[in-house]
């Protein structure tokens, strides 16, 4: 069973500052997303990084694929009270199966 | 852009009633939709993948006679919790995969609620 463990699980912080969350596997992934999920809603994919130590910048966000393609970073700048919500990584285990594992979640909340 | 939709979006079922969800992809067709479920601060748990046209594959634990599952149409999947207990409480999310682009989109979700 291929798991993904996020850490920190919960994280509280004041509005500018910086912040990176972690996913992190045993297992080797073909691709991996993320995604954040707000409260009563489904989750709304941010990114897919394929290659191993691939970057994607979405904004102020900064996501990273390990070289091994077992772990992911993500790396937020200046955040914003926008940016409140719950942090899922997800990955599939080969390009032609199309199930998602999903992350344990961090739980991020800025404050203003 | 992709859209998936879930109806109803919350409701509240007396204990042994069933209840049925369904989840629609709105503007693409979706050989592959998968169910999940997630419980409140809790990641999304995988339940099953619905193939159109054949049964659904059950995740370890699930048990396919209580949540049934029916994928008639590339654009519908439906969940069927029957013989709903209170701890069947949650919020139940659906997924569709483009079966162009293997991309998955989520929908909105359904908070059921069993009294």
């Known amino acids: 069973t291929q798991l993904l463990e996020q850490s920190p699980q919960f994280l509280s912080i004041q509005e500018g500052e910086n912040l990176t969350v972690y996913c992190n596997s045993s297992?080797?992934?073909?691709?991996l997303q993320w995604y954040r999920q707000e409260p009563g809603e489904g989750p709304v994919l941010l990114v897919t990084v394929v290659t191993g130590g691939e970057v994607k910048k979405l904004k102020r966000l900064t996501f990273q694929f390990g070289d091994a393609r077992k772990d992911s970073s993500l790396h937020i700048t200046a955040a914003q009270p926008g940016d409140t919500g719950l942090y899922l990584c997800?990955?599939?285990?080969?390009?032609?199966?199309?199930?998602?594992?999903f992350g344990t979640g961090t739980r991020l909340t800025i404050i203003p | 852009g992709a859209v998936v939709s879930q109806h109803p979006s919350w409701v509240i079922c007396k204990s042994g009633t069933s209840v049925k969800i369904e989840c629609r992809s709105l503007?693409?067709?979706?050989?592959?939709m998968f169910w999940y479920r997630q419980f409140p601060k809790q990641s999304l748990m995988l339940m099953a993948t619905?193939?159109?046209?054949?049964?659904?594959?059950?995740e370890q634990g699930v048990e396919k006679d209580k949540f049934l599952i029916n994928h008639a149409s590339l654009t519908l999947s439906t969940l069927t919790v029957t013989s709903a207990h209170p701890e069947d409480s949650s919020f139940y999310i659906c997924?569709?995969?483009?079966?162009?682009?293997?991309?998955?989109?989520f929908g909105p979700g359904t908070r059921l609620t069993v009294t």
């Open positions: 619905s193939n159109e046209g054949s049964k659904a594959t059950y």
């Open positions: 997800a990955g599939k285990s080969s390009p032609a199966n199309e199930k998602l594992t």
């Open positions: 503007d693409f067709q979706a050989t592959t």
């Open positions: 297992s080797v992934f073909s691709s």
């Open positions: 997924s569709a995969s483009n079966r162009e682009t293997y991309e998955q989109y």
